[in-house]
């Protein structure tokens, strides 16, 4: 059974870090693009970051670029995405999805993943 797990969500004040996990099983991450996403409260579920099969490409909404980096360990068949500098408008329920063999200009496309975890909470509160 193919499944994406999220880890490491939480509760963390203003200005605070956290880092994100993303755990494949029954499936191995290789050849699968892998996006985070995010669905905060009355807002639209929103693409936060995306990286390739390969690790070579990665993209970021405007609005985390140089507080958040998405990586990936293949020999661990998890990704990650570490976010620094966190805002209170990064609350959200963050999801990881996968897109097998993903072209790089369709990456952080929601409707091209066709595999997703059930969420994390990220609240950011003082």
């Known amino acids: 059974q193919l499944q994406l797990v999220e880890s490491g969500g939480g509760l963390v004040q203003p200005g605070g870090s956290l880092r994100l996990s993303c755990a494949a099983s029954?499936?191995?991450?290789?050849?699968?693009?892998i996006g985070w996403f995010r669905k905060a409260p009355g807002k639209e579920r929103e693409g936060v970051s995306c990286i390739s099969s390969s690790g070579g490409y990665t993209k970021y909404a405007d609005s985390v670029k140089g507080r958040f980096t998405i990586s990936r360990d293949n020999a661990k068949n998890t990704v990650y995405l570490q976010m620094n500098s966190l805002k209170p408008e990064d609350t959200a329920v963050y999801y990881c999805?996968?897109?097998?063999?993903?072209?790089?200009?369709?990456?952080?496309?929601?409707?091209?993943?066709?595999?997703w975890g059930q969420g994390t909470q990220v609240t950011v509160s003082s």
């Open positions: 029954g499936f191995t991450l290789d050849y699968y693009a």
């Open positions: 999805a996968a897109a097998f063999r993903l072209p790089v200009q369709a990456m952080c496309v929601m409707e091209n993943y066709n595999y």
